[in-house]
């Protein structure tokens, strides 16, 4: 059973999210605002937070930012709106998933238990000390990235991301095979997840962006010349 927190001002989204979720056995707690939400954060442990964008008091933005501050909960947005922009400043500040209303319950909850099973704690044993692939470095068991020694900050899908494509360097994966290995749901149709979290890497690599290679009609890799 995982323990979720449901943002939204919408009673009717809210009831349906509770419905299914306490359906197939998890715990259900709600807020009508990002106020709300960042409170219920500092006061009680969840698996996952369910986050609404536009709200009054707080949005769903703002209050991400605040639950970060006390707490390293997974947090999947929801939105009326779909526009690239939303999910790239949503990505920027933190979240591990998007999904644009009106969603399926059955689906929500699908990535929602990949995103749990993914933030689980890992062996150390199974994690490489350090990855080092030409100025990137990688120390894995603190999740930390180095660019000419220099430590760059990195969201946890983007840090995901590029530990994938670093660990398999040299091998091109599909946006579909990419989002089964680091979003780790099946594919839904909506592969510029991948492309948006790939301009944010670039970004944060400076000079050696072109170290993430796009591979014309199929994907990308990770190759250093």
Known sequence: MHKILIVDDEPGIRALVREYAEFIGHSVTEAEDGMEAVT???????????????????????ACKEIRKC??????MLSARGEEYDKLFGFEVGIDDYVVKPFSPKELMARANAIIARCAP????????????GSVSIDAPGRNVY?????????TKEYDLLYHLVSNKNTVFSREQLLKAVWGYDFFGDDRTV??????????????????????GVGYKFEVQ
């Open 71 to 76: 707490k390293d909960v997974p947090v999947l």
């Open 122 to 133: 890992k062996s150390k044993e199974a994690v490489p000390e350090l990855l080092q692939i």
């Open 195 to 216: 492309d948006t979290h790939v301009r944010m890497l670039r970004s944060s690599l400076g000079k050696y962006r072109d170290y993430i290679v796009t591979i014309r």
């Open 40 to 62: 219920l954060c500092r006061d009680n442990d969840f698996d996952i937070v369910f986050m609404d964008i536009m709200m009054p008091r707080m949005d769903g933005f703002s």
């Open 147 to 155: 660019v000419d020694g220099q430590k760059v900050e990195l969201t």
